[in-house]
């Protein structure tokens, strides 16, 4: 009965604890700081990806941001703030760079997201 008793007792303990969700950080994307960005046809069937290689200095910055950043949320959309089709997802490493956004339903939604990205002429920025 004592070993029931301090089972609960340390549950209990634990409960009213809230789980404090992951904080969410933007990168807002433009041309401006982009060198290369392509859609491909990804080797899951019927999915595209958007892969992007931002310009050295951009690439250096996000790579210390998100190293900073560790264990949140990183959503990438346009300067205006606007999803460009692709979920926030955890920053578990340092990003590099050279990413992939994987996962588009089709080619034209893919190519949507690249003219979105293209049309901004704002500079590239973190924004919590």
């Known amino acids: 009965m004592m070993r029931l008793s301090l089972l609960a007792l340390?549950?209990?303990s634990f409960a009213p604890m809230a789980i404090e969700a992951p904080k969410l950080l933007e990168f807002r994307i433009s041309a401006s700081c982009i060198k290369q960005i392509s859609v491909n046809e990804s080797h899951v069937s019927g999915q595209w990806t958007l892969d992007i290689e931002l310009t050295d200095k951009e690439s250096n910055h996000f790579y210390?941001?998100?190293?900073?950043h560790i264990g949140h949320q990183l959503a990438i959309v346009d300067t205006t703030g606007a999803s460009i089709g692709f979920p926030a997802a955890t920053i578990r490493a340092p990003l590099s760079g050279r990413f992939r956004l994987a996962s588009f339903k089709s080619k034209a939604l893919a190519n949507a997201a690249k003219k979105q990205i293209l049309t901004q002429q704002a500079n590239c920025q973190f924004h919590p």
Do not use: D, R
Request: aromatic residues 12%; hydrophobic residues 50%; proline residues 0%.
């Open 10 to 12: 340390w549950v209990a």
């Open 64 to 68: 210390h941001v998100t190293e900073q």
